[in-house]
C-alpha cells in the first residue's frame, strides 16, 4: 500500500486561506469517507484535527475544513495564522492488507 | 483526562528485541481500538499496527508483519508492541494512539524513539 500523495510544502500570508490535497486510489480515499487529518508541530505529537472528511474533533478551530472529490481529499485553512505553521498529514482506511494508510505529509509555511 | 504515555524506547542492536509499552488513563480503556504509529527521524508517519477492544483482531504493516507482535492487558491499561529482528529502518519514534472516533485517532502519546544500531 503505497501513501498518500500530498504537495511537500504550502505556503500563504496571515489571513489567506490555503488547501492541501491528498490524493490516492479507489482503494483508499475513494472508497470511504475514512478521512482524517492530523497537525504536527515540529518534535510534537499528532493532533487530529479533522475526521470522517468533514468533521471536527471539540476544541479545533472551524478554519479548518474539509472535503473529498472521488479520490482526493482536502483540507483547507482559512484565516492562516502564524500557529498554523506546521507539518499536515492526511490518513485514510484502505481495502487492502493494511487498514490505514498515511499521507506524505505537507509542510505549512506562514509567510 | 485522557492520557498516553509511551515507555521501552533506546538504543537496540540490528537484529535484537525491544518491547515498548503505553499506559493509558482517563478512559475505558477496553472498548477501543488502539494503534502503534511510527516516524522515521525528518521523515512522515507511517501506521504500523492496531488491535481490537477485546484483542481478537490485530492488523500489521506488511514490513513488519511476523516480526512485531501488537497485545493489550485490558486489566492494566496497557497497550503493548513486542518487535523482535529489528532493523535500521526500524529506527523511528513510536506513537501509541486511541482510535476514539470513526477512522481516526483522537488522542497520541508523545513517542518513545527506537534506535537500532551496532
Known amino acids: 500500500q503505497s501513501a498518500l500523495t500530498q504537495p511537500a510544502s504550502v505556503s500563504g500570508s496571515p489571513g489567506q486561506s490555503i488547501t492541501i490535497s491528498c490524493t490516492g486510489t479507489?482503494?483508499?480515499?475513494?472508497?470511504?469517507?475514512?478521512v482524517s487529518w492530523y497537525q504536527q508541530h515540529p518534535g510534537k505529537a499528532p493532533k487530529l484535527i479533522l475526521y470522517?472528511?468533514?468533521n471536527r474533533p471539540s476544541g479545533v478551530s472551524d478554519r479548518f475544513s474539509g472535503s473529498k472529490s472521488g479520490n482526493t481529499a482536502s483540507l483547507t485553512i482559512s484565516g492562516l495564522q502564524a500557529e498554523d505553521e506546521s507539518d499536515y498529514y492526511c490518513?485514510?482506511?484502505?481495502?487492502?492488507?493494511?487498514?490505514?494508510?498515511f499521507g506524505t505529509g505537507t509542510k505549512v509555511t506562514v509567510l | 483526562e485522557v492520557q498516553l504515555v509511551e515507555s521501552g524506547g533506546g538504543l537496540v542492536q540490528p537484529g535484537g528485541s525491544r518491547r515498548l509499552s503505553c499506559a493509558a488513563s482517563?478512559?475505558?480503556?477496553?472498548?477501543?481500538?488502539m494503534i502503534w504509529v511510527r516516524q522515521a527521524p525528518g521523515k512522515g508517519l507511517e501506521w504500523v499496527a492496531n488491535?481490537?477492544?477485546?484483542?481478537?483482531?490485530?492488523w500489521y504493516l506488511d514490513s513488519v508483519e511476523g516480526r512485531f507482535t501488537i497485545s493489550r492487558d485490558n486489566a492494566k491499561n496497557s497497550l503493548f508492541l513486542q518487535m523482535s529482528s529489528l532493523r535500521a529502518e526500524d529506527t523511528a519514534m513510536y506513537y501509541c494512539?486511541?482510535?476514539?472516533?470513526?477512522?481516526?485517532?483522537?488522542?497520541w502519546g508523545q513517542g518513545t524513539l527506537v534506535t537500532v544500531s551496532s
Open positions: 490518513r485514510s482506511h484502505t481495502s487492502s492488507s493494511t487498514p490505514y494508510v
Open positions: 479507489s482503494s483508499d480515499i475513494g472508497a470511504y469517507n475514512y
Open positions: 470522517e472528511v468533514t
Open positions: 488491535i481490537k477492544g477485546d484483542g481478537s483482531e490485530k
Open positions: 494512539a486511541r482510535d476514539g472516533v470513526p477512522g481516526a485517532s483522537d488522542y
Open positions: 482517563g478512559f475505558p480503556f477496553s472498548p477501543y481500538w
